[in-house]
């Protein structure tokens, strides 16, 4: 498999070409839009080129993009050739690979006929439409794949369709509905032969969250109206899977959910970040087989602990890895510390960017807490950490309408994984955000009535590591703040926890929620480790808390003998 010198083509890009040679390709060049749309009229372009070489990498346009640069430029381009190579030498990276695509792409195939992709930007969606369109085509289905940029209306999206599908429509344009049935009419007999072999598949990358009121036309005006004329056909009246569309973008799920009664009914795949486990058979995957296994697990534990998950982070720290040859995991992040921050800053400053601006204050002050609950919302609102909003359930209205949080299946609480995992490592760097919350734990867990205390006690303690995080470089300072840990605030945080509650309850319910906390695990394990990261700080965890409970009830049981 060819990997792309991305270094090679940086510099070619940024020393051979101009800022408006470049804007010019993003801007003419079909499927490149979305880049052109990011362009601030300021905009260095060190950092116009990152852009362009990350959508490359992202839609498998190395091609198209290295195409251009030898027409426009032939002597440079020759220059500075080859721009691939099939090993694993420093200098070379891979394309971009991300979370569970087999277990999605077969979840997809397996439920048609719709299906709405949602994810922040950096999760990997047009990578897995790609992923899905080929998948389809190779099954014998007629498939379009459709990029939808700011600056287009509905009626132009749908010329686009009919222009992509080798279709001339030169009737009404005026009415959306009517050219949605013509289409269909229109694939039935002039593609027949290819549509009927499989079906019909249409992918809609929706590339930035300005697209809003385009999905809204295509949801409820143009794709039902396609799926109409289409079932005229027997073909398509027999076969549930003979018309698909998978739909992809940003907040297009907290949107969808806020219809009053769609035409369509969509199932939604909600992308996430990468778990310990997917993150190390990554890592496996993408370097040399010649590295041993403790390389491999502590560079794991290293980007899992830098990045918080974050897909296209990953695969950035891992370009940057092989870049500077696969150094020890340590030394790694020792000696490059500047450049990995360069890249977990542009995360977190491309993912602010993306955020409507009416929300991004409120979301970066609650990315710190990965659970929020009504009540928690009204503390925070009742007691000037939160601005704007007059109350918990008008707030909790606009994060729901992004993909930022979502109802968990007990309907309690509001969960923010996929947010914490992008604004983790910003947060290691705010102590005063991180003192807001810790100290938010403490009050909820000394009011008797809060939901689910053994929850904030556990944020608690997730709140004190990433505390000290800076300091635990060393493995003696990380042992004896370990020893800190355990013997001190750990029983601090429980006392708080069995105070006016049941004991007995209060433990059996912390061991089930650690037991589900994974990121809280690997947190244990990271920032409590010895050398090598392992399973042994949790473990020392959970033998503190059974001391703890134990000891709890050996003085109960001693009371009350005495009386």
Known sequence: MNHYDRRKIFTLLTQRFSREELVFFCYDTPNWQAVYDSFAPQIEQSTMVERIIDHAAQTYQFTTLLAWAEKHNPTQYHHQAPYTSHDHQPGKTYAPVFIDQAQLKQQIIASPPYHLVDAPAGYGKTHLLIELKNNFLNQGYYGQFITLTSNQTSIQVVQQVFRDCGLVYEGDTSNIKLMGLQLGTML??????????RGIVFFIDFANRHNLHIFDELLTEFIPFVEKSLRVDSFFQDKSSSFLVICAGRYLAGHYN????????MKIVSLLPFDYETLYQLVTKCLPPMLTADTISQLTTHLMFISGGHPETVNKLLGLYQTMGNLPPDEFVDFFEPQIKKIVAKTFSDFRASIPYKLQTVVMQLGVFRYLSYNLLAYLIENDHIWGYDDAYHLADSLTLTHMFDWTESGRLLHNKTLHAVLLAHWQQQPNNLKLAQQTCITRL???????PEMWLIEYLYYTLLQN?????????????????????????????????NPYEEKNALRQALKRDEQFQFMINYCLRDQQYSNKPYTMLLQQIDLFFNQLNATRDSVSVSN
């Open 469 to 501: 995080t800076t300091a635990l470089t060393e493995v003696y300072t990380r042992q004896t703040f370990r020893q800190h840990f355990l013997k001190d605030m750990l029983p601090k945080a429980l006392q708080y926890l069995v105070d006016q509650r």
């Open 446 to 452: 000394q009011q008797s009535a809060v939901s689910v």
């Open 258 to 265: 806020s219809l009053f009664s769609p035409p369509i009914q």
């Open 188 to 197: 039935r007999l002039y593609r027949r032969s290819a549509v009927t072999q």
